[in-house]
């Protein structure tokens, strides 16, 4: 009888461990509303505006998936694919693409899909990266970054007493 019983707690013990495992086995994650990278994206082409600057900027989740695209009217189509790879870029690495600018010549900045040059931001709020912005087409990468930042200062206060 002991001994019955000492192998059914032997076999059961995995599933107990299990059990008070249960809430580790998932992450939750918060997400971007497609309002607010709308928001995001609509305060970057304001703010490159006011500098009258056409630009496009890209939206992306924390994975690099679009969640928002806006190409003003007269921005060069190429600032699409730009803007789409700078906030790609900065959401992969959980930084901003001008700070990585040194490593664009290395095999990781060869890496296809990859900007390593300034405008793109990653966005975050309480510590968190819940995706990033990039912008494209402004004369320099200092302005394209700029309306970057002033696009998540669009959300970020929202983002922060929301998390």
Known sequence: MKRALAVALLCAAPFVSMAEDDETMMV???RLTM???MTIAKGAVDACRKEGIQIAVTVVDRNGLVQAVL???IASPITLK???QKAYTAANFNAATSAMSDRAGTPIG???GL???AGGLP???AGALLGAVGVSGAPSGVTDEACAQAGIDAVIDDLEMSM
């Open 28 to 30: 939750p994650l918060n």
């Open 35 to 37: 309002e607010t990278a």
């Open 71 to 73: 190409r003003d009217t």
């Open 82 to 84: 730009i803007s789409g």
């Open 110 to 112: 060869r890496v296809e």
């Open 115 to 117: 900007v390593m040059s």
């Open 123 to 125: 966005i975050q709020a």
